[in-house]
């Protein structure tokens, strides 16, 4: 194979679609080139490998056909003869009249097909030209329609950072064609895209044939987990740390948001897990309207005590026992 990719996402070959996804992600997240600024260049060719080989592995098409020849669709080829395979038609070259040879390095592999229209499926429509009277022969050459042949939909996968999910912006891939040649392609972010959504640029995928239009680029959006917020539907959810002060006195505190800094009231007495919600400053649903922002507060006990401080505390809380546990029950 001229590139292992089960090997490049560290997984077995009998790895399940799911095991293949679950890589992926962790691997995209340790090599994506923003959590590596010490080896900017090392990591983000690495992420494009990775990248590479998720294309294949995590569609089932393409890679049932990796699997079988050795290389992804794409290094295929739209036109005959091209790259490590070679095809070539005649009567009673397989029991259908038709054959497929796969040149790989030092094996050579044959494969039969049915009819002809097998290989036409299996190569997206790539070879069209026949007509329902025609036949090839010994001497057919694989170039010769004349129809304008609409180019293959290219699939790609791109990992962005979370913030960028949640107020959109501009990224550049690499893109690899099928003549092998990279392609840098600048990708609008929608504001407030879902992980797992897909993004079509018209146009940029494989280049038709004889006049034929090309095809799209299909990118599938993974959204990288932010350490502190998480999303769900429309809102966005953080924890908040509190000294044992604020949480007892009270106090405004400023946090930060998808639209800036907010300064958020905390009630006096307010302890670990009270929920504050700031309105609008969740994700954009579309036009103006906006999602919410819940903020937990988790209250962070000083990690060291004076003697003074311990017997003050023993005191006030040895005056006003609270039954804190008192609605705790098993069934």
Known sequence: MNNDYYKMLEIPKTATLEEVQKAYRKLARKYHPDMNQNDPKGAKEKFQKIQEAFDVLGNPEKRKIYDQFGVSPDQMGSGGGQGPFQWSFGVGSSPSGSSFRSNNGNNSNHFSFENLDDIIKMFGGGLGGFGNNQAPDESFNMSSSRRPIRGSDMERNLTIPFVISIEGGKIDMKIRRSTGQDETVTVTIPPGINNGKKIRLSGLGNP????????????????????????????????????????????????????????????????????????????????????????????????????????????????TPEPVRNELHWN
């Open 208 to 319: 038709g044939q004889y006049g034929g239009k090309s095809g799209n680029l299909l990118i599938t959006v993974y959204v990288e987990e932010h350490p502190f917020f998480r999303r769900k539907d429309q809102h966005l959810y953080v924890k908040i740390p509190v000294t044992l002060k604020e949480a007892v006195f009270g106090a405004k505190i400023d946090i930060p948001t998808p639209k800036g800094k907010v300064t958020l009231t905390v009630p006096a007495g307010s302890s670990s897990g009270t929920k504050l919600r700031v309105r609008g400053c969740g994700i954009a649903a579309k036009e103006e309207q906006h999602g919410d922002l819940f903020a937990e507060l988790s209250v962070v006990l000083p990690k060291k005590w004076t003697s003074a401080e311990k017997e003050l505390l023993q005191k006030i809380t040895s005056e």
